[in-house]
C-alpha cells in the first residue's frame, strides 16, 4: 500500500503504514473510449485517437496475505464494483503481489454467502472475476506489481526470494493472460522504488542496473510491450534524485524529475505513462506543507517533481496514488488544490485515488469503516473532477437498474443533552435494495449512542444505519423506520443520505 518520503526520514515512519497536445480533430470523448489507448505527446486517446483520461481508485488487498482485494468478507464484489462505477470511477487499480502467482497459495477472507462463485479459486482467477465485471460496467483496470512478497513493500523491484527474472515473468505471463481484452489497459510496473537510508535502494539515472530504476523501467516496459503491445507501461518515480533542483526528495515514487535528463526508452515510446505519488500532511509533515506561501507553493512544487511531463507535451501523467484522512484542516485544501492541478474534462491528468478501502491506515478510504457508506466529504471533493464509465468493456451481463431512495428525519423526543429520532428509508425505485446501507453526515456536536431496526454506527461526522440480518432487503416501494438515539441538540439537521452510490431525496 504506502508510500513515503524523503530519504532523511524513511527510517522515522517507514514501519507505520498498514499494509497536453490532443491528436488533431480528434472527436469528443468521454468515460473509457474504445479499444486500448496510446498516448500522443502528453494526451492519452482511444483507439479512435479520442482523448481520454483515466478517474479512478485504487481496491487493494491482492498484494496482502490475502490475496484477494479487501472486503470480500462483507460484500460481493459486482456490488463493489456497481458502486465505484455509479460514483464516476471509470479506472481500477489493482496492487497486487508476486507470492499470489506461487503454486499453492489461495485467497482467504472471501465470505462465501456473498461471493459465491469466488469460492476455490486462484488468486488469478479472482483478478479474472473482479476484471470481467470491471469491464461490463465499462470500467478500465491497471495492474500493479505492488511489491514482491505479500508481506511488506519493497524499495527495488525484486528480492532474493523474487528476483528480477521472477518480475519479468510475471509481466510477461499477465500480458499474455490478458492480451485482447480492452478492460486492461496497462502494467504499473513497480510501486513505490525507493532508496535506504544510509544508502542503497532504488535510483534514477545512476547507470547501475541493480538499482537504477530508469534502466530497470525500460527492461520491464519493453518485456511486457513484447508480450502485449496494446499495453500501456506504467513507470513510477522515486524517491530522491540528486542534481534536479529543491526540494530533491519527495514521496516514495513521486519524485519524476530524473526523467528530464534521462527518460524511459521503450520499444514504443507512445505506450509510455509516467506515474507520481502524492500525499497530504497527515501522512507526514513535508517541509512544504509548513511554508508561510502554502498552499500557493503547491503547484510549482508539483511542476518540479512530475507535472512538467504533462505540461511540456513530454509524456501522459498518472498520479497512480494520493489520498487522506482529512485529519488535518491542511489536508481537505491540499485535495482541492491538487484536483485543481489535474484539470477537468479528458484533457486532465489522470488519476486513481487511494484508496477504496476504509482500512488503509494513514489514508482511511472513499468507503467508511462499515464498507459500504460512502465519505461524502472526500467525495464531494473529487466528484466534479470524475468521468464515469460508458460503454462496454468486453463483459457480458447487464448491469443492474438503477437504484433510488427518499429519506424522512423527525425528532421523536428530546431533553437537554440528547434525543431519540427516526429516520425513515423508503425505496422509491422499483427493484429490491438488497443488503442495503444507509450512510449520512450527522450534525456538529451530535453522537448516536444506539439504535433499532437496523445496525446503526458512526465514525466522525458520518454515520450509518446497515439492514438487519432478519430482513436484509428492502423491496421497490417499501419503507423502513431506523430509530436513533443521541446526545447533543436535537436541533440540529442530519445531511447527506445515500444509499451507496445513491443520494436519496429528503
Known amino acids: 500500500m504506502k508510500r513515503l518520503l524523503a530519504l532523511a526520514v524513511a527510517a522515522l515512519v517507514g514501519g507505520a503504514v498498514l499494509t497536453a497536445s490532443p491528436a488533431a480533430a480528434a472527436p469528443a470523448a468521454s468515460g473509457t473510449g474504445t479499444g486500448f489507448w496510446h498516448a500522443v505527446g502528453s494526451q492519452l486517446v482511444d483507439s479512435t485517437g479520442a482523448p481520454v483520461r483515466m478517474t479512478g481508485v485504487n481496491w487493494f488487498g491482492a498484494e496482502t496475505g490475502n490475496y484477494s482485494p479487501h472486503g470480500l468478507w462483507s460484500r460481493n464484489y459486482k456490488d463493489m464494483l456497481d458502486q465505484m462505477a455509479g460514483l464516476g470511477y471509470n479506472t481500477l487499480r489493482l496492487p497486487y503481489s508476486n507470492q499470489l502467482f506461487d503454486p499453492g497459495v489461495k485467497p482467504t477472507s472471501i465470505d462465501a454467502v456473498q461471493n459465491p462463485d469466488l469460492q476455490g479459486l486462484s488468486g488469478l482467477q479472482v483478478l479474472d472475476k473482479i476484471i470481467a465485471y470491471a469491464g461490463v460496467k465499462g470500467m478500465r483496470v491497471i495492474l500493479d506489481q505492488h511489491r514482491p512478497d505479500s508481506g511488506a513493500q519493497s524499495p527495488l523491484w525484486y528480492t532474493s526470494a523474487y528476483p528480477e527474472s521472477r518480475w519479468l515473468s510475471d509481466w510477461t505471463m499477465l500480458a499474455q493472460h490478458y492480451k485482447g481484452n480492452p478492460t486492461v489497459i496497462g502494467a504499473d510496473l513497480h510501486n513505490e522504488p525507493h532508496s535506504i537510508q544510509g544508502g542503497g535502494g532504488a535510483c534514477w539515472g545512476c547507470g547501475d542496473t541493480a538499482t537504477d530504476w530508469r534502466l530497470a523501467a525500460e527492461r520491464g516496459g519493453n518485456a511486457v510491450l513484447a508480450a502485449n503491445p496494446d499495453w500501456l507501461v506504467i513507470v513510477e518515480g522515486v524517491d530522491c534524485v540528486s542534481g534536479t533542483g529543491d526540494p530533491q526528495c519527495g514521496w516514495w515514487g513521486g519524485n519524476l524529475s530524473g526523467a528530464k535528463q534521462f527518460p524511459v526508452r521503450l520499444s514504443k515510446p507512445e505506450k509510455l505513462v509516467y506515474s507520481a505519488h502524492e500525499y497530504a500532511t497527515s501522512v507526514f509533515a513535508q517541509t512544504w506543507f509548513s511554508d508561510p506561501a502554502f498552499p500557493a507553493n503547491l503547484p510549482a512544487l508539483w511542476d518540479h517533481f512530475f507535472g512538467y511531463l504533462q505540461k511540456q507535451s513530454i509524456a501522459p501523467v498518472l498520479l497512480g496514488e494520493f489520498g487522506s484522512t482529512l485529519a488535518d484542516p491542511r489536508d481537505k485544501v491540499w ?157 440540529g439537521t442530519p445531511s447527506g443520505f445515500a444509499v451507496g452510490a445513491t443520494a436519496c431525496t429528503t
Open 335 to 491: 485535495l482541492q488544490e491538487l484536483m485543481k492541478y489535474t484539470g477537468t474534462g479528458p484533457t486532465g491528468m489522470s488519476f486513481t485515488y487511494w484508496s477504496w478501502n476504509p482500512n488503509s491506515g494513514d489514508t482511511g478510504g472513499i468507503l467508511n469503516d462499515d464498507w459500504t457508506t460512502v465519505n461524502q466529504t472526500k467525495q464531494a471533493i473529487l466528484q466534479p473532477y470524475l468521468i464515469p464509465p460508458v460503454g462496454s468493456g468486453g463483459g457480458t451481463t447487464d448491469p443492474p437498474p438503477a437504484a433510488s431512495c427518499a429519506v424522512t428525519y423527525h425528532v421523536d423526543n428530546s431533553w437537554p443533552g440528547g434525543f431519540t429520532a427516526s429516520v425513515t428509508l423508503k425505496n422509491t425505485g422499483s427493484s429490491a435494495l438488497k443488503n442495503w446501507a444507509l450512510g449520512w453526515t450527522v450534525p456538529s456536536g451530535t453522537q448516536i449512542t444506539g439504535g433499532w431496526n437496523a445496525t446503526v454506527t458512526q465514525t466522525g461526522q458520518q454515520a450509518s444505519a446497515k439492514a438487519p440480518s432478519w430482513a436484509p432487503d428492502l423491496a421497490g416501494g417499501a419503507s423502513v423506520s431506523i430509530g436513533i438515539q443521541a446526545s447533543g441538540a436535537s436541533t
